[in-house]
């Protein structure tokens, strides 16, 4: 059977959610799904995890930085950072890494996150930013440090949507993958990857709506811009849906697609690990490019099985 390393997996780890309860007593009722026991109770998620599958584990979109000035945020953030830590060392066998929280109200302190507690842990491989950050754009001016740091540091960065509040239609099945396309368009405009050519980026569920509106992006944007979204990396998680992976790959390249489920949502109890496998298995590739998307791709972008 071959290895599967699931790039994009979600954790909300106890001590986590203890503290992001104390600040939001309603935030199982604005997020239901979270009630999900795979999520933070690790001795379920091993039983429930796929034969031969590694997962890259991310805590979900809950962020101190909404509730609590910088300074608290940061230090929410460390602690969250050092449970995942120890959540991957003690299930090295399960979880191929994790990725680290930032507080982008605690800019000094998000770029510590990129520059000392990422590289002083192997089992650490980036950090996870979402597409708005206190009410802003992911590409505003005031969170570019954070950018610089990571591409200079080599310091890879996941992209997560969350809902922009100023909408009053957001919703779970169309919204999350029009900002994750607008935080794309943001960044390619603000010129980071001209700017900033060591960035990595794996944007989540497929690059979201870039696929299906390549032409318009090759027709409207400078060239320099549309051949800019192409050098983001981007994940499988599109919930088994064979011809929009096709076309996924198609437009971002065999290179820069890496398999990701957001387990453990999306199919309950575990997630979509399998119905994501088996569209890749039906997708018209070699075995060889198959392989490359299954692991290949996140063992090299992230250097898994390297020393730091």
């Known amino acids: 059977m071959t290895l599967k390393i699931d790039a994009f997996a979600h954790v909300l780890l106890p001590e986590f959610f203890d503290k992001m309860q104390a600040l939001d007593k309603d935030l199982v009722k604005k997020m239901p799904f979270i009630q999900n026991p795979v999520l933070t109770d690790m001795a379920k ?32 953030v460390q602690l969250a950072n050092e449970e995942l830590l120890a959540t991957v060392q003690e299930h090295s066998d399960s979880f191929a890494g994790g990725v680290a929280m930032v507080a982008m109200n605690h800019i000094t302190d998000a770029v510590r996150v990129v520059e000392e507690f990422v590289p002083a842990h192997p089992e650490i491989l980036g950090i996870q930013l979402f597409t708005r950050h206190l009410g802003k754009s992911i590409a505003d001016q005031a969170f570019k440090p954070v950018f610089a740091a990571a591409a200079k540091a080599g310091v890879p960065i996941w992209l997560h949507p969350v809902f922009d509040h100023r909408k009053p239609d957001n919703n779970i099945i169309f919204s999350w993958e029009y900002e994750l396309t607008q935080a794309m368009l943001d960044i390619v405009q603000a010129g980071y990857f001209r700017e900033f050519p060591n ?36 994940d499988t998680a599109l919930l088994g849906n064979r011809k929009a992976l096709e076309l996924c790959v198609d437009y971002y390249g065999i290179d820069h697609v890496l398999f990701g489920t957001d387990a453990p949502l999306g199919i309950l109890p575990a997630g979509a690990t399998e119905v994501i496998a088996e569209a890749i298995d039906a997708l018209p590739l070699t075995a060889e490019e198959k392989e490359q998307i299954l692991a290949g791709n996140a063992m090299r972008l992230y250097h898994l099985g390297e020393e730091k």
């Open 199 to 234: 960035l990595k980026m794996l944007v989540h569920h497929g690059g979201a709506m870039v696929p299906y509106f390549a032409g318009r992006i090759e027709h409207i944007l400078p060239e320099d811009q549309a051949a800019d979204f192409k050098k983001f990396y981007v």
């Open 45 to 76: 998620r091993r039983e429930t995890m796929p034969d031969q599958t590694r997962q890259i584990i991310s805590y979900i979109n809950a962020n101190p930085e909404d509730y609590v000035d910088g300074k608290e945020a940061a230090k929410l």
